[in-house]
């Protein structure tokens, strides 16, 4: 059954677009799989929030023993993946480095976990003749990747659970009946000893409510923030791309050049992208004396400020 419809929000950007367009062709073919199955809810572009942070699950399969992450990629070219389980992306003709939508995908489960085990006495029954709280700690999560139908996979080494869009269906009945085979009383297999058993109906029902209850849409991109009149902002520069000049780049990702960015502090400020969860530096320098700057922060609005010439000037503001 379909618990959350696919409904991608408006945007300009054109890698959100094709992002989107990958999302929208797998909620394709999962609904014709699991549509009118009772057993199996779908949920699609789940955006969830816990411990001050986000999970933007592409599609989730969730059935009485487990639950598949299915993270979309719009690959219209090819994507290599090497015996170390890196990966890389052919982008005009050149191959780059990416980060693993495989990893993406294990973190989103992460934290699907924590905020389900976090809401457990809500959730779950009492189980063990009633003297002990379910949880999900065992709860079987699995991944899964999926490329668009027109893209190539190349790979050395075991193929890690990748596959094109169309093949995603019949992926997620096997892992299904791999988790089925896991929750049954006495099962042989070994993994059944940290790992597998069934959740009752009811809690199904509370579950899949609570999960669509939980998310948040995410926001709409944010367009690209214009030069004040009268004092124009500095611009944000990539240090992997040096050659562009302060003056005219836009703030964007230095991997997908998407523009649906927010900052973050690490050891110091930086854009995480939203859309391939990539890191970009943050290097400013002084519209007036060119010396480097700094930014200050203040809710979610960002000043970038010259200490020499006490030059201050809105540079971003986090969506």
Same mark, same amino acid.
């Given at each position: 059954?379909?618990?959350?419809?696919?409904?991608?929000?408006?945007?300009?950007?054109?890698?959100?677009?094709?992002?989107?367009?990958?999302?929208?062709?797998?909620?394709?073919?999962?609904?014709?799989?699991?549509?009118?199955?009772?057993?199996?809810?779908?949920?699609?572009?789940?955006?969830?929030?816990?411990?001050?942070?986000?999970?933007?699950?592409?599609?989730?399969?969730?059935?009485?023993?487990?639950?598949?992450?299915?993270?979309?990629?719009?690959?219209?070219?090819?994507?290599?993946?090497?015996?170390?389980?890196?990966?890389?992306?052919?982008?005009?003709?050149?191959?780059?480095?990416?980060?693993?939508?495989?990893?993406?995908?294990?973190?989103?489960?992460?934290?699907?976990?924590?905020?389900?085990?976090?809401?457990?006495?809500?959730?779950?029954?009492?189980?063990?003749?009633?003297?002990?709280?379910g949880g999900f700690k065992a709860f079987m999560?699995?991944?899964?990747?999926?490329?668009?139908?027109?893209?190539?996979?190349?790979?050395?080494?075991?193929?890690?659970?990748?596959?094109?869009?169309?093949?995603?269906?019949?992926?997620?009945?096997?892992?299904?009946?791999?988790?089925?085979?896991?929750?049954?009383?006495?099962?042989?297999?070994?993994?059944?000893?940290?790992?597998?058993?069934?959740?009752?109906?009811?809690?199904?029902?509370?579950?899949?409510?609570?999960?669509?209850?939980?998310?948040?849409?995410?926001?709409?991109?944010?367009?690209?923030?214009?030069?004040?009149?009268?004092?124009?902002?500095?611009?944000?520069?990539?240090? #992997?791309?040096?050659?562009?000049?302060?003056?005219? #780049?836009?703030?964007?990702?230095?991997?997908?050049?998407?523009?649906?960015?927010?900052?973050?502090?690490?050891?110091?400020?930086?854009?995480?992208?939203?859309?391939?969860?990539?890191?970009?530096?943050?290097?400013?320098?002084?519209?007036?004396?060119?010396?480097?700057?700094?930014?200050?922060?203040?809710?979610?609005?960002?000043y970038a400020e010259c200490p020499s010439c006490?030059?201050?000037?809105?540079?971003?503001?986090?969506?």
């Open positions: 059954m379909i618990a959350k419809e696919y409904a991608p929000l408006p945007t300009a950007d054109r890698f959100q677009k094709a992002g989107d367009e990958a999302e929208r062709q797998m909620a394709h073919y999962l609904k014709r799989a699991f549509g009118d199955d009772p057993d199996v809810q779908v949920f699609n572009n789940l955006r969830l929030e816990h411990g001050g942070e986000v999970a933007q699950i592409d599609h989730l399969i969730f059935h009485r023993a487990g639950l598949i992450v299915i993270e979309s990629k719009s690959v219209t070219s090819a994507v290599r993946i090497n015996d170390r389980e890196e990966w890389a992306r052919q982008w005009n003709g050149q191959w780059r480095g990416m980060p693993s939508p495989i990893l993406q995908a294990r973190r989103q489960g992460d934290l699907l976990r924590a905020l389900l085990q976090a809401n457990k006495e809500e959730l779950r029954n009492k189980i063990l003749l009633g003297l002990k709280q999560i699995d991944v899964v990747v999926g490329i668009s139908d027109s893209g190539v996979v190349e790979y050395k080494g075991a193929l890690p659970d990748v596959k094109k869009a169309d093949q995603v269906p019949d992926r997620v009945k096997e892992l299904i009946a791999d988790h089925q085979q896991l929750a049954r009383p006495f099962s042989r297999d070994k993994r059944a000893e940290q790992w597998g058993f069934n959740i009752s109906p009811e809690e199904v029902v509370r579950i899949t409510a609570f999960l669509r209850a939980k998310h948040r849409d995410r926001p709409a991109t944010a367009a690209v923030p214009e030069p004040l009149p009268a004092a124009p902002l500095p611009q944000a520069v990539p240090v #992997t791309a040096p050659e562009s000049p302060s003056s005219t #780049t836009r703030i964007e990702c230095s991997k997908c050049k998407s523009q649906n960015l927010e900052i973050k502090f690490g050891h110091s400020y930086y854009f995480k992208c939203r859309s391939c969860e990539a890191n970009t530096s943050i290097k400013l320098s002084c519209p007036k004396c060119s010396t480097p700057g700094r930014l200050r922060k203040s809710g979610a609005q960002f006490k030059f201050s000037a809105l540079y971003f503001t986090n969506p």
